[in-house]
C-alpha cells in the first residue's frame, strides 16, 4: 500500500556522489554512468518534470505531456502545472477510492472543489490559485482528450462569448468552451503602482539597510545591498521581466559609454532565448543604473568570483559549456559552434568563461557565494 501519493521530479544530470560508496551503489554504478547519455538519446532537457505514480511507475503517455506539449514553455510554467496535476492526481487516489486520473469524472471534481476552497478542514485556496489550478489541470485533459487517453475531461465546461475588435464587441455565434469551475471574481488587469519616491524608499529600507529616514541601520545583517539595490533598480528601469533579468550574462550587458558623450540609455538586445514567450527585444539601460551595475561586477562580483576560485568552484566538467575567447561569445556542442545568446537561462548556467590567467569563471551577471 502506497502512502506516498503522486510525486513529482525533475530530470537532473551529473548527480552528486556520496564520498564514500558502497557496494549497493557500485552494483548500480553502470546504470547510474548510463543516465546521462539516456537523457541526451532521448532529448530530456535538464529540470524538464515528471510524474510518478503511487506505485512507483513511470507513465510514459502521461509524461508525455510536459515532454511534448509542455516543451517549449518555461521551467516554471512546467513545474506549476506538474505540481497542480500532482495535487489532483492525489486527491484521486487517497480520497476518491484510489481513482486514476483516467478515470476522474466531474463528481470527484465538485468534491475536490469543496475541499480545495469551502471545506473547513480543507486549503480553502485563494481565488487566484484555484483559477490557475483548474486553467492548468482543464489544458492538461484537453490534451489527454487529442491524444485519445480519456474519453472525456471531468472539468465542466460552459459556452463563452469571444469579444472581436473587429465586429465591435461580442461576435455573432463565435463562442468557445470555458471552464465553469473558475470562480469568476478574480478582478482582471488590477493594475496598482508604485510611485517612484516609495519604490526608493523601499529600497533603501529593505535592500540598503536604511532606515525610514534614509540613514544607515546599525542592525541590518544583510549582506551585498549594493548588487542587490542595481538589480531592483535595473529591473524597474529596463523593465525586464525575473526570469529575464536572472539569466542575462555579461555578454548581454551594453558597454558604459563616456560620461563625455552625453548619452542617457545605452542599448542593448535581450536574446529570443530567454525572454518570456520568446519575445526578444531591444532594451535600453539608463547610463545612471548601468553604471551601479558596473560597479557591482567590479567589485561586489569580484569578490564573489575570487571566494568560488579559492574552493575550486569554477573546474570545467563533462557538462560545462566553455567560452574559450570572450571576444567570440560562443560555444560548442554537438560538434558545432553556438552562440552563447541562443544559450537559455539553463544552458547559461553551465557557462564557464576563459580568463586571461588561463583559468575560468561563470559568465552568469548575478552572482553570490
Same mark, same amino acid.
Given at each position: 500500500?502506497?502512502?506516498?501519493? !503522486?510525486?513529482?521530479?525533475?530530470?537532473?544530470?551529473?548527480?552528486?556522489?556520496? *564520498?564514500?560508496?558502497?557496494?549497493?551503489? $557500485?552494483?548500480?554504478?553502470?546504470?547510474?554512468?548510463?543516465?546521462?547519455?539516456?537523457?541526451?538519446?532521448?532529448?530530456?532537457?535538464? @529540470?524538464?518534470?515528471?510524474?510518478?505514480?503511487?506505485?512507483?511507475?513511470?507513465?510514459?503517455?502521461?509524461?508525455?505531456?510536459?515532454?511534448?506539449?509542455?516543451?517549449?514553455?518555461?521551467?516554471?510554467?512546467?513545474?506549476?502545472?506538474?505540481?497542480?496535476?500532482?495535487?489532483?492526481?492525489?486527491?484521486?487516489?487517497?480520497?476518491?477510492?484510489?481513482? +486514476?486520473?483516467?478515470?476522474?469524472?466531474?463528481?470527484?471534481?465538485?468534491?475536490?472543489?469543496?475541499?480545495?476552497?469551502?471545506?473547513?478542514? @480543507?486549503?480553502?485556496?485563494?481565488? =487566484?490559485?484555484?483559477?490557475?489550478? /483548474?486553467?492548468?489541470?482543464?489544458?492538461?485533459?484537453?490534451?489527454?482528450?487529442?491524444? +485519445?487517453?480519456?474519453?472525456?475531461?471531468?472539468?465542466?465546461?460552459?459556452?463563452?462569448?469571444?469579444?472581436?475588435?473587429?465586429?465591435? @464587441? =461580442?461576435?455573432? @455565434?463565435?463562442?468557445?468552451?470555458?471552464?465553469?469551475? =473558475?470562480?469568476?471574481?478574480?478582478?482582471?488587469?488590477?493594475?496598482?503602482?508604485?510611485?517612484?519616491?516609495?519604490?526608493?524608499? !523601499?529600497?533603501?529600507?529593505?535592500?540598503?539597510?536604511?532606515?525610514?529616514?534614509?540613514?544607515?541601520?546599525?542592525?541590518?545583517?544583510? $549582506?551585498?545591498?549594493?548588487?542587490?539595490?542595481?538589480?531592483? +533598480?535595473?529591473?524597474?528601469?529596463?523593465?525586464?521581466?525575473?526570469? &529575464?533579468?536572472?539569466?542575462?550574462?555579461?555578454?548581454?550587458?551594453?558597454?558604459?559609454?563616456?560620461?563625455?558623450?552625453?548619452?542617457?540609455?545605452? $542599448?542593448?538586445?535581450?536574446?529570443?532565448?530567454?525572454?518570456?514567450?520568446?519575445?526578444?527585444?531591444?532594451?535600453?539601460?539608463? /547610463?545612471?543604473?548601468?553604471?551601479?551595475?558596473?560597479?557591482?561586477?567590479?567589485?561586489?562580483?569580484?569578490?564573489?568570483? +575570487?571566494?568560488?576560485?579559492?574552493?575550486?568552484?569554477?573546474?570545467?566538467? *563533462?557538462?560545462?559549456?566553455?567560452?574559450?575567447?570572450?571576444? /567570440?561569445? $560562443?560555444?560548442?556542442?554537438?560538434?558545432?559552434?553556438?552562440?552563447?545568446?541562443?544559450?537559455?537561462?539553463?544552458?547559461? *548556467?553551465?557557462?564557464?568563461?576563459?580568463?586571461?590567467?588561463?583559468? !575560468? &569563471?561563470?559568465?552568469?551577471?548575478?552572482?553570490?557565494?
Amino acid at each position: 500500500m502506497s502512502i506516498t501519493g !503522486w510525486r513529482v521530479h525533475f530530470a537532473r544530470r551529473d548527480l552528486a556522489w556520496p *564520498r564514500r560508496v558502497t557496494p549497493f551503489m $557500485r552494483e548500480f554504478s553502470a546504470l547510474f554512468a548510463g543516465l546521462n547519455e539516456g537523457l541526451d538519446d532521448l532529448g530530456v532537457p535538464e @529540470g524538464q518534470p515528471f510524474l510518478i505514480s503511487p506505485a512507483g511507475g513511470y507513465e510514459a503517455a502521461l509524461n508525455r505531456y510536459f515532454s511534448v506539449w509542455l516543451a517549449s514553455s518555461p521551467w516554471n510554467t512546467q513545474a506549476a502545472h506538474a505540481r497542480d496535476l500532482r495535487t489532483y492526481f492525489d486527491f484521486l487516489w487517497f480520497a476518491r477510492g484510489r481513482h +486514476d486520473w483516467r478515470d476522474a469524472s466531474m463528481d470527484d471534481r465538485a468534491v475536490y472543489e469543496w475541499w480545495r476552497r469551502r471545506d473547513e478542514r @480543507g486549503p480553502r485556496l485563494e481565488d =487566484t490559485s484555484w483559477d490557475r489550478e /483548474v486553467s492548468t489541470v482543464n489544458q492538461f485533459y484537453l490534451w489527454a482528450i487529442e491524444q +485519445d487517453l480519456v474519453r472525456a475531461n471531468p472539468i465542466r465546461q460552459r459556452a463563452a462569448a469571444v469579444w472581436s475588435p473587429w465586429r465591435g @464587441g =461580442t461576435g455573432a @455565434g463565435m463562442v468557445r468552451q470555458v471552464p465553469a469551475e =473558475t470562480s469568476h471574481t478574480v478582478p482582471r488587469r488590477e493594475v496598482k503602482w508604485l510611485p517612484p519616491r516609495s519604490y526608493r524608499l !523601499w529600497r533603501n529600507v529593505g535592500l540598503c539597510g536604511y532606515d525610514a529616514q534614509e540613514m544607515p541601520r546599525r542592525g541590518f545583517r544583510g $549582506r551585498w545591498a549594493a548588487r542587490n539595490a542595481a538589480y531592483a +533598480d535595473s529591473m524597474v528601469r529596463t523593465g525586464l521581466r525575473l526570469c &529575464e533579468h536572472s539569466a542575462l550574462t555579461v555578454f548581454d550587458l551594453p558597454e558604459l559609454p563616456p560620461a563625455v558623450s552625453g548619452v542617457v540609455n545605452a $542599448r542593448a538586445v535581450l536574446p529570443h532565448a530567454i525572454s518570456k514567450g520568446r519575445s526578444g527585444r531591444a532594451v535600453y539601460w539608463p /547610463v545612471s543604473v548601468l553604471r551601479d551595475v558596473r560597479d557591482y561586477m567590479e567589485w561586489d562580483r569580484a569578490e564573489m568570483l +575570487d571566494y568560488g576560485r579559492s574552493r575550486g568552484f569554477y573546474v570545467p566538467t *563533462r557538462r560545462s559549456l566553455l567560452v574559450e575567447d570572450p571576444a /567570440v561569445p $560562443r560555444v560548442r556542442m554537438g560538434g558545432r559552434w553556438v552562440p552563447v545568446a541562443r544559450l537559455d537561462d539553463g544552458e547559461r *548556467r553551465r557557462l564557464l568563461v576563459a580568463t586571461a590567467d588561463g583559468g !575560468w &569563471e561563470p559568465a552568469m551577471v548575478w552572482l553570490n557565494q
